[in-house]
């Protein structure tokens, strides 16, 4: 008699092609597995080895240090460098999301552009100004912001270039890291921009504020007034503890929802004006190229995006049977409000479980159970939001924004502003390929 | 509700209201207040409009000779044909490539502005601040010549710079016109 048989619940609910099951199998108890693991009588150990003792568990171990470090079996787990040597142009580090759960990266593995290194910044002699159109101009030192009341939030940041790759016109064998690894997730704790700007009284004709950092670039972008007024805010912790400094250790703008680039790092600036500045970043890389020769401008908001973390390339199946398909979702206009899992490559549907409470602008995790037969197979997942924007399918998402013509570097930026499907072909030995459906 | 309840109700709202103001107005107010004067040094942002250029000029001849001192070179090539870093001289077609066509300040620019803006800040790469003011209008005065959107002998300045004609200004579509 197998375990599962001996179980008291339903039996398997499948809701979508491919062995896709009901996502109750992981929720409230388990209603389907729940025998497994619960009452009946034990399983023989007739086939098991004799326990042994190991050596970490017969001496003391290490020293406890004063900062953690993990484990040394987890030392693949780390970011990859587009630009380990440091030469004169940006370095991107990008998040191993495949090898991470749940839906805060730690920050240690937190994503970094730095476009001329990180500088090394006093905390003490740091300065954020206010000025421009305003009644006063004003300076904050970081320890008068310090004694602010502050906000704690959850969002995701996210490159406008994130997901780049995928503009390729034949699918990149690459991880979800060298994929999507330009975004990440973090709870951040700061002052709200609003308190300071009123504080400075800002002009009612002001409807742009210029955000610039210290770092050597003074990398620079122009912020609407509305979203400055929103919910921006100026972060000063991560995670509970202090930015880190390729985050943009004092201080740094925070957008929820908006590309990258505009969250300026090392903020030290912020000038209320009545025009956009068109600064570098935005009249060039962050102006996304359409097909024809127009391209957008102000794309500011990073839309609703799901991909499938585990299985993913860079892993194998080891044969038939369950397995649980886990992923990400996120968007910068709300909460995610649904996240739809094909195991057939789009051709039936299932919805994920969605852990709560489910955050706006943040990552979002959502699980599907699934038995999976042995036979090739596509996965791939689909999500929408509370303000009803859905992730594009690639067909409807190539005819509006196209597709480069040759096959780009895995590191390189062919556009911007990618949110279709990622989609993993695994095949009938449980190898597992970056496909396009 | 009678005309009483309703008066008795906007009587509500209106201290509620009131209190909130106060608390608003009980921001902590720790900034310290500074002159325009004193952030002159900082305020390095040029609008699109030209305002905010400093005085100064400088011509295309002088540009080119500063491109090859100050080491432009080594990242965008000998006369800004491209290098680790973008090119800046050439105006190739934004289609040829499809949507990963190479932009650059001839065929994608929108404004004048933005060169003078962004090498003052951060170029060179190696040393950013560090060239003057006229240094930086003859940097862009060559690169605007080599890419024939001025006559090579106009000089630049405060006045000239911003009128200085982008061929892709009018080809952008903004994206989320509802959030500025």
């Known amino acids: 008699m197998s375990r599962r048989q001996r179980g008291d619940g339903p039996p398997l609910e499948f809701v979508a092609g491919n062995g896709l099951l009901h996502r109750r199998a992981l929720l409230g108890g388990g209603i389907v597995f729940a025998g497994a693991f619960g009452s009946g009588a034990p399983l023989t150990g007739a086939a098991a080895e004799p326990l042994q003792e190991p050596e970490w568990s017969l001496m003391p171990g290490d020293v406890t240090p004063v900062l953690q470090k993990p484990s040394r079996f987890e030392a693949n787990v780390v970011r990859t460098l587009s630009n380990p040597k440091g030469d004169a142009r940006t370095q991107h580090a990008r998040a191993p999301l495949q090898m991470l759960e749940g839906t805060i990266t730690p920050n240690a593995l937190h994503f970094t552009i730095l476009h001329s290194g990180i500088p090394d910044i006093d905390p003490a002699q740091h300065v954020l100004v206010i000025h421009g159109m305003v009644k006063q101009p004003l300076e904050y030192s970081v320890d008068a912001l310090l004694r602010y009341p502050m906000v704690t939030r959850k969002h995701f940041v996210e490159c406008g270039g994130n997901s780049a790759p995928m503009f390729s016109p034949v699918p990149i064998q690459a991880t979800v890291q060298a994929l999507h690894g330009l975004s990440s997730c973090a709870e951040w704790t700061g002052v709200p921009l609003s308190t300071l700007l009123d504080e400075a009284g800002v002009d009612p004709k002001a409807i742009w504020l210029i955000a610039e950092g210290a770092d050597s670039l003074a990398v620079s972008r122009s912020v609407p007034m509305k979203k400055a007024y929103d919910d921006a805010m100026i972060a000063l912790y991560q995670n509970g503890e202090r930015l880190m400094p390729g985050n943009g250790y004092p201080m740094r703008l925070l957008l929820p929802g908006y590309e990258g680039n505009m969250n300026i790092k090392f903020l030290r600036r912020l000038k209320a004006v009545d025009q956009p500045a068109m600064t570098y970043y935005e009249s060039r890389n962050y102006s996304p190229l359409l097909p024809g020769g127009k391209a957008y401008k102000f794309y500011f908001v990073n839309e609703v995006k799901s991909f499938i973390t585990r299985p993913s390339f860079g892993c194998s199946l080891s044969g038939p049977g369950f397995y649980e398909i886990s992923g990400l979702a996120y968007s910068g206009t709300g909460r995610i409000d649904k996240v739809l899992v094909s195991a057939d490559g789009g051709k039936s549907w299932g919805e994920a479980a969605i852990e709560g409470p489910v955050c706006p602008r943040a990552f979002t995790r959502f699980r599907m159970p699934w038995r999976w037969d042995g036979r090739p197979t596509v996965l791939t997942s689909r999500a929408w939001d509370e303000s009803g924007a859905v992730q594009p399918l690639r067909a409807d998402f190539i005819a509006a924004r196209g597709e480069a013509k040759k096959v780009p570097n895995v590191l390189g930026f062919p556009n911007q502003h990618y949110n279709s499907l990622t989609s993993w072909g695994i095949d009938a030995s449980g190898e597992i390929k970056h496909v396009y459906v | ?180």
């Open chain 2, 1 to 180: 509700m009678s005309m009483f309840r309703l008066l008795v109700a906007g009587l509500f709202v209106a201290l509620a209201f009131d209190t909130a103001t106060a608390i608003a107005d009980d921001s902590p107010h720790l900034g310290k207040p500074i002159s325009e004067v004193d952030i002159k040094r900082w305020d390095i942002t040029v609008l699109p409009d030209g305002s905010n250029l400093p005085p100064g000029s400088g011509t295309a001849a002088q540009g080119a000779k500063l491109y090859v001192d100050k080491g432009c070179s080594l990242c965008h090539g000998e006369n800004g044909k491209g290098g680790p870093n973008p090119t800046l001289v050439g105006n190739p077609s934004l289609t040829a490539d499809g949507i990963a066509s190479p932009k650059t300040i001839a065929n994608f620019w929108a404004w004048p502005t933005t060169l003078f803006d962004y090498i003052r800040r951060a170029m060179p790469w190696h040393a950013p601040q560090t060239l003057s003011d006229d240094e930086v209008y003859a940097l862009c005065a060559y690169l605007f010549a080599a890419n024939n959107l001025i006559p090579v002998n106009e000089e630049m300045n405060a006045q000239t710079l911003p009128k200085v004609n982008m061929p892709n200004h009018d080809n952008f579509i903004i994206k989320f016109p509802d959030r500025i």
